[in-house]
């Protein structure tokens, strides 16, 4: 009897240590799964909070850098951005001086890293205006022009990269001697259109109607490739996509606004959408499939500050912001995307030394450093950094 008591409390002491343990066993269990939950929980806020805070700090770190590029980038267009700009070249034209006209005889340049003009003293030129110039194996080359009562078919030459470098005679000279005429050059040959030429019977010069094309290398020959529909002087002229395309000017009786295309290829010439006004005397430039085109007189005389684009593609015109100066018989070069304006003349006819340059990406104009002298009808090209 006392053996099976025994063993029934033994068992019974069993059953319970099984419970208990059972029962220790799930509360450990509830209580680490309830431990490990909060854990999870706490972990997965805690890294919630790094995220959050990551992407805070990257989100400002961006806000700041764009306010600094904006920052750097007001600095630098503040002055029209002289960052991997060429320096600009311009010689010739003309001023007054005790109430008469002067030739310019000096050549200076416009250097964009400290901003300023210098004379070359080497470079004193003969006091050619209403004429042109291009730039042809690292040379300055200006083609015919006016003295005064004579005119000229000749071609001078400077290395602009060569500071002492004095000016002298090219190897060719134009088909005629002209003035207010427009020349490109492509490769080795030039192209001419209009001016005022010298009359076969040596009298009074005449508007001519002719585009010649004249080769840079031996044997420096020339031909006539067409006749344009209307004779043109003081007009503008540009090159894309092998045609020229000459706008505006004054064809003898009238300031027109027509504008002719000579594709080169087909050798076809045809008549344009017209400029949005009639104009010479002004400046142009190319940008992309554009002539920007610059200033000028308008049909009744009038200076203008105006400036024009023209899609040399559609034919479409459209206006930019206004010049800050009223000017004519002015000269422009375009270097990356700013266009440089300088000399000319103003609305009382006073010869300008004032410079304009024209952000086309900010669409905005700022006036740059004043040319040492006074010029209107100059000439000038730009010095390739390369």
């Known amino acids: 009897m006392q053996d099976r008591l025994s063993s029934e409390v ?78 600009i070249f311009v010689v010739g034209g003309h001023h007054k001086q005790d109430g008469r006209s002067v030739k310019n005889k000096s050549t200076e340049y416009f250097n964009w890293a400290d901003q300023t003009w210098t004379l070359l003293d080497s470079a004193v030129f003969e006091g050619r205006f209403h004429t042109c110039s291009f730039l042809y194996q690292g040379q300055m080359v200006v083609a015919g022009g006016s003295y005064g009562n004579n005119k000229t078919n000749t071609m001078k030459c400077l290395n602009i990269a060569d500071p002492v470098a004095t000016w002298k005679d090219f190897a060719v000279n134009l088909p005629v001697k002209c003035f207010r005429h427009k020349v490109i050059n492509h490769n080795d040959q030039l ?127 459209q206006m930019l912001p206004s010049m800050k100066h009223k000017r004519y018989g002015c000269t422009a070069v375009l270097t990356g995307n700013i266009v440089v304006v300088m000399g000319g003349k103003n609305g009382k006819d006073d010869c300008l030394k004032s410079v304009e340059c024209f952000d086309l990406e900010r669409q905005v104009w700022q006036d740059l450093p004043d040319m040492l002298e006074s010029r209107a009808h100059a000439t000038a090209v730009v010095k390739p950094n390369h």
Not at 53 to 61: I, N
Not at 69 to 87: G, I, K, P, V
Not at 231 to 240: I, N, Q, T, V
């Open 10 to 87: 033994k068992e019974e002491v069993k059953n319970e240590v099984r419970d208990m343990k059972v029962e220790m066993k799930n509360e450990m269990k509830g209580m680490i799964e309830n431990e490990m939950k909060g854990i999870k929980e706490e972990m997965k806020n805690e890294m919630k909070e790094i995220v959050m805070s990551a992407v805070r700090d990257a989100m400002a770190g961006i806000k700041g850098f764009e306010v600094e590029m904006q920052n750097s980038n007001q600095s630098s267009q503040a002055t029209c951005s002289a960052d991997a700009r060429e320096n």
């Open 191 to 317: 192209f001419m259109s209009g001016g005022c030429v010298e009359s076969t019977d040596g009298g009074q010069a005449v508007r001519s109607d002719a585009v010649y094309e004249v080769q840079l290398v031996p044997p420096y020959s020339s031909k006539m490739l067409t006749r344009l529909p209307q004779a043109r002087s003081s007009h503008g002229m540009e090159m894309f996509d092998q045609k020229l395309f000459i706008l505006g000017g004054y064809d003898g009786k009238r300031i027109t606004a027509s504008v002719f295309q000579y594709d080169l290829n087909k050798s076809e010439c045809k008549e344009m959408p017209p400029l949005p006004y009639a104009v010479r005397e002004v400046g142009t430039v190319i940008w992309q499939n554009n002539v920007l085109v610059i200033g000028g007189k308008d049909a009744g005389y009038t200076p203008l500050n105006k400036f024009a684009m023209y899609d040399v593609i559609t034919g479409r015109s």
